[in-house]
């Protein structure tokens, strides 16, 4: 099959190029799925640079030993391990190889083939393009948990998105209006339109105006950035509120981002509330997710579309942390 392989780290351009690999095996409750198309998430574009340089450790240091990056499913099945009777080939299919570990090679999903868990997977609604699709799973699981559990948003609150244009941005904003949010949106001068038709009661453009400089109190900080010192946001919090540092759809940069974090789980020591997300694919998250997605309320924002030969165009995009929305491969 076609692949994209990672030999090395560093530039896009420099590291990643398309091969023909070794279809997937897969173990007796795995899902051989033919992908339609994935999206580039920022473990993706962290593991193709190589920075920080302690993921190594992880990853192989001089190569990643898991040549092929990608986590978002997409496609039609192809085939389905012997203890598998929810899926059957040629169902279309949805979710993430997310702790996949039942895979002879671990596949990744800028591929033509994946492996993942059928636990992981659920049936693509109809209405829901693969683009779409693709696009929603780490993006919209990560949003859908930030905003209804962690944060466990009700009508009448006010929460603040940093990072509002974003792969999680995006889909933050408009979950927290369906919760009946006053919604703020901080996101960069060429993506306010984008934002406001999102949903958002208020959008602060951070190229002029900075927003933890305010009187504005907020119960919700959903910081997807991590561009701020945490205590400084700490401070726009209202005396119940809320500060939810997200690494996972951290735009900023892991190297600035890992500190933070670090600090803001001290800061959660205090009186502050600091809570995390925890990305979890099962079924019933993703069953949530379709829901929302089916609803009519809530969009998929779609940066740009890369064909599979041409997924480096697709990680150097998100590496230049300016696309709005989600950057989908397809294959």
Known sequence: MQAIVQHGYGPPHDVLEPATVDTPTFGADDVLVRLRATSVNTPDWVAVTGSPRIIKLRMGLRRPSTPVRGTDIAGVVAAVGENVNSFQPGDEVFGSLWENSQATHPPGTFAEFTVAPAANLIAKPADLSFE????????????????????????????LINGASGGVGTLAVQMAKVMGAEVTGVCGSSNIDLVRTLGADHVIDYRTTDFTRGDAKYDVVLDNVLNHPPSVLARMLTTDGTLIPNSVGNSGGWFAGLPRMARAALLG??????????????????????????????????????????????????????????????T
């Open 132 to 159: 779409e699709a693709a696009g929603s799973v780490m993006s919209g699981l990560t949003a859908m948990t930030a905003i209804r559990d962690v944060a466990q948003v009700e009508p009448g609150m006010s929460v």
């Open 269 to 330: 020591l205090g009186r502050t509330n600091v809570k995390f997300v925890q990305y979890d694919s099962n079924q019933d998250n993703l069953t949530a997710l379709a829901d929302l997605l089916t609803s009519g309320n809530i969009t998929v924002v779609i940066d740009s579309v890369h064909p599979l030969d041409n997924a480096a165009d697709a990680v150097a995009r998100m590496l230049s942390h300016r696309a709005a929305g989600n950057v989908i491969i397809t």
